[in-house]
Structures are given as structure tokens and as C-alpha cells.
């Protein structure tokens, strides 16, 4: 096990696509379970591949209070959509302090496999559907800050930008 470092946005990392996992392996296993430590570690209830600098399509999901209901969404899809919209106020572990509502579908379901390579389907809505609709995007190499103003990307940038500086003068 190992805690993974988690890129921060603006890092153009985090803007790649990643690529479909081929096989389900144990490399994959060890990358899942690596993510997991690193999601519950932060702590948040999401973590997807890219923002540890792998681009490959992996998420884990734990929306519970106890922490104890890990999901692991590989080669997932959305099969179907509500037309119903939410908005909910997110942050990401990649954009630590920011948090900002975005409306998204309020219902899906989703077909991923899990770390045995097997298929399973879910209904997702609530914080839990939102939560796989913010991971998949950052699969596809999109930040939520992306859905905000330009005004307030902006600012976003530069406030990450200076606590970067900070961190690194400390
Ligand atoms: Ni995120």
C-alpha cells in the first residue's frame, strides 16, 4: 500500500484523457487499492486515475459516513440519464479550499467492472451520483472548476497558483 501524490489543478496532467483499461490485472488491484488508501487518507469521497498521474480509466468512490463502502468503477460508462438536473456544491482533492455548485443529472446508471474484471451496473443519485459524474469527468481530463465563469477560473488559478508558491518558499 502507498499514498499517492495528487496532482493540483492548474496541472496540465490533470487535462489528459485517459486511456480504457485492458486488462484487469494485478498491477490493476495494486493501483486501486493504492488509490483507495490515498481517497480515505485526503480524506474525499472520490478519487479518479488522472489526478494521480495515471491515465488509465479508474475511479474509487466512498460516499458513505463510515467509510466503509468503496467502489471501484473501471471502464465505466453512463448508460442512461435523468433529464431531471441537481446542483450540488463540489470540491475535489485536486482544488484543495475550493467549492462551488454545479448541476449535473440528478439520477444514472452506470456500467463499470470492479477489481475481479467482472461488469456490474448501478443506480446512482444524490451525492452519489454526482460523485461519478466528477470522477468520469476527470477521466476525460476535465476539472469542475471548468463548469465556473471565466471570472471565477481565473481566480481559482491564481489563488492555487500562490499557495503553490507558498508551499514550496516554506
Ligand atoms: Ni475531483
Redesign the pocket.
Given at each position: 500500500m502507498a499514498l499517492l501524490p495528487i496532482l493540483r489543478y492548474p496541472d496540465p496532467r490533470l487535462f489528459k484523457v485517459a486511456e480504457p483499461v485492458r486488462e484487469v490485472d494485478d498491477r490493476i488491484r495494486q493501483l486501486v487499492r493504492d488509490m483507495a488508501e490515498t481517497m480515505y487518507d485526503a480524506p474525499g469521497v472520490?478519487?479518479?486515475a488522472t489526478?494521480v498521474d495515471v491515465h488509465e480509466r479508474v475511479i474509487v468512490i466512498d460516499v458513505s459516513e463510515e467509510g466503509d463502502d468503496l467502489r471501484v468503477l473501471i471502464n465505466p460508462e453512463i448508460i442512461w440519464k435523468s433529464d431531471d438536473l441537481q446542483v450540488y456544491e463540489e470540491?475535489?482533492?485536486?482544488?484543495p479550499g475550493v467549492y462551488d455548485k454545479v448541476e449535473r443529472a440528478a439520477s444514472i446508471r452506470v456500467r463499470a467492472l470492479n477489481e475481479n474484471g467482472e461488469t456490474y451496473e448501478f443506480d446512482a443519485d444524490g451525492l452519489l451520483a454526482v460523485c461519478v459524474q466528477?470522477?468520469m469527468d476527470?477521466l476525460m481530463g476535465k476539472?469542475?472548476v471548468e463548469y465556473l465563469s471565466p471570472l471565477k477560473q481565473n481566480r481559482i488559478r491564481t489563488k492555487l497558483r500562490k499557495q503553490e508558491r507558498e508551499a514550496v518558499r516554506a
Open positions: 472520490g478519487l479518479a489526478q470540491g475535489c482533492l485536486s482544488v466528477h470522477e476527470h476539472v469542475f
